[in-house]
């Protein structure tokens, strides 16, 4: 028996909004704690969100705050605090260290167009400050992404830290013709104009970091006195490294920053904790700069202790596969001592939250991906022991907000429930399993959503003989209801990386596919990220086999064991889940009914030379990768070798590509590669060309026309 499909167009719209406006929880920030004059104690905890407007087809932030009574152990009573408010133009935004004044970087249009920034500074009830960064032509826009950006307030409160690209001097044409004569004062200063416009410069090409770093080149790092509204830009920096992710140094005699080497050219940055790195401190007054970690590893994330005697940070091998489990370290700023805590994070952790110290100075605390979960854990910095602070909790997926007093801000999602504000106090060492969760913000569970976790063991045939009895999972949604005999259609969607992992967590597509009347399944082949390291360096050399076979093998597995039509079966993926998708349709050409691929990795031999990243090209079909190196006709045939498009004359799977026209990383041409390819041998395919989108394909109109897209092309080649 099939169940019915939702497959009207305007249903499907509408199932779409509904769940695209649940809004999800991207910061918090925990206030001074204020005792009542019955010694009773309370902080506001101002908390930012993001949400999905599809007629303004945009994100649109919004803030909204929370009272929290409590006795430092527990919460006694905890309430919102007004209503919400909107967000508009903030890039940035941070409290001093008092809580008495608050910074925000501002983005601001004129009536002509133009983009400014202006820096602001916030007390009490009124702007104290507003400075036009843009006019005092200090510095190039100030960086407000996650890899780099940072705004730093310094421990005396009278300074700012923060990044922005260098200033570059002017550039003007050969053939500018000159001004008409002036008077001796402007013929001056029209001089001096000439002087620093540079001739011949106009169209000398900037190299960037790539993917979602697009112009952000040769970061500075820029500190502002509050007092003088002067900015300065420090000096002292090496040439040959991009600093970023920096913090006032105890006494604010000097900054801490992490520093990207970018010679002999710069690589793309973003999901890539593997380019080489180091943290560094330079000194304000003389200008010196310091070595503070080894300078042939890859960190990011530094973060200073509230007694200001340690920082601890990840760090990874440099090159090699983009993503991987990271070691926790930790440098002491009195003895110039670095220790490595813990020397595999369990897992894998992405970046260590902004605030991650508990009150002691001693303990650390991270989110970290467990197999198909995630999972709050602390680390004691002294021992190295590693306690879980959700294991007792509901199975779901947890991510720290911020820690503050040991006052812990957490979010909290399923497959079925989206993302719920969460907080719980610290408890002491040794009783971190007596952490008591108080949810603050409740999301609607959605009860038409019913998920498992799937554990599978590849057969001996399937076995990587250099990393044998590796097993995985996947996660597996399907409707609740189920009437007796009923098979639902299946959707099979690999995520990307390769090096990446589902956690149980809300996922909009997923979740209206489910509604709609789909399975889902999420794989974690060997390779994704949460199964140690082991899993992670398996898959290296063996693309396009490995990967493949695990994903058939599951969806295979899984088929006899649910409720599933083998009549019905789809594939869903995206960047090396679309590499997957596409290797399936060729390899497997009689088992899927029809395949969306988003920005696919098709060819890795032709994308090597226009890919953002061209050493995973290499490193995931198991070759050495040399920047300087000559072209090597051996390691082409190897990368095609491993790619979907030597299988493309058996595919008979219905193809939709999806492309983001501003991809840095798998570039569009990739898709249109195989389009025509698809074409030529008469295989019903269609492109659906986004401007504006990079590789996540993340822009809210791109997004929902997307899915619309996906839901019609499923309906039609799987009835």
Known sequence: MEPPLLNNTEEIAALYRELSQFPSVSSACIGPEVTTQYGGKYCNIYTEWSQRDLERAENVKFCRQYLIFHDNQSIVYSSPSGSCTEIKGELLSRDSPSGAQKAVLRKTSNSKGEEKQFLEVWEKNRKAKSIDLSALEKHGQVYEDDQFGCLAWSHSETHLLYVAEKKRPKAESFFKPKAPELNVEEELSKTEQREKAIKGEQFVFHEDWGETLVAKSVPVLCVLDIESNNVSVLEGVPEHISPGQA????????????????????????????????????????????????????????RLSPDQCRI??????????????SRLCMYDWYTKFTSTVVEIVPRQSQ??????????????????????????????????SVSSLTKGSSLGSWALLTIDRDLMVAKFSTPSCPPMLMVAFLPPAGKESEVNWVCLEESNRIQEITWNIQTLQPPPELDNPHYAGLDFEAILLRPTQTPEKTKFPLVVSPHGGPHSVFTVSWMLYPAVLCRMGFAVLLVNYRGSLGFGQDSVASLPGNVGTQ????????????????????????????????????????????????????????????MVGSTDIPDWCLAEAGLPYDPSALPDPRQWTEMLLHSPMQYVDKVQTPVLLMLGEEDRRVPPKQGLEYYHALKARGIPTRVLLYPGNNHALAGVEAEADGFMNIALWLIQHMK
Request: hydrophobic letters at 40%.
């Open 547 to 606: 990967d493949v076979k695990d994903v058939q093998f599951c969806m295979e597995q899984v088929l006899q064991k649910e409720p599933l039509d083998p009549q019905r079966v789809a594939l869903l993926g995206g960047s090396h889940g679309g590499f997957l998708s596409c290797h399936l349709i060729g390899q497997y050409p009689d088992t899927y009914k029809a395949c969306v691929a988003r920005n696919p990795v098709v060819n890795m031999a032709s």
């Open 351 to 384: 970046a260590l939250p902004e605030c991650c110290w508990a009150a002691d100075s001693q303990r650390v605390v991270l989110d970290t991906a467990q197999r198909s979960r995630q999972e709050l854990i602390v680390v004691d910095t002294l021992s190295g």
């Open 247 to 302: 913090f006032w140094t105890p006494g604010d005699t000097g900054v801490v920053f992490a520093g990207w080497w970018h010679e002999p050219f710069r690589l793309g940055l973003r999901h890539c904790t593997n380019r080489r790195s180091a943290l560094f401190y330079v000194d304000l007054t003389g200008g010196r700069c310091e070595l503070l970690s080894d300078d042939t590893k890859a960190i990011w994330s530094p």
């Open 312 to 325: 601890v940070y990840l760090e990874n091998v440099a090159f090699g596969p983009h993503q991987q489990c």
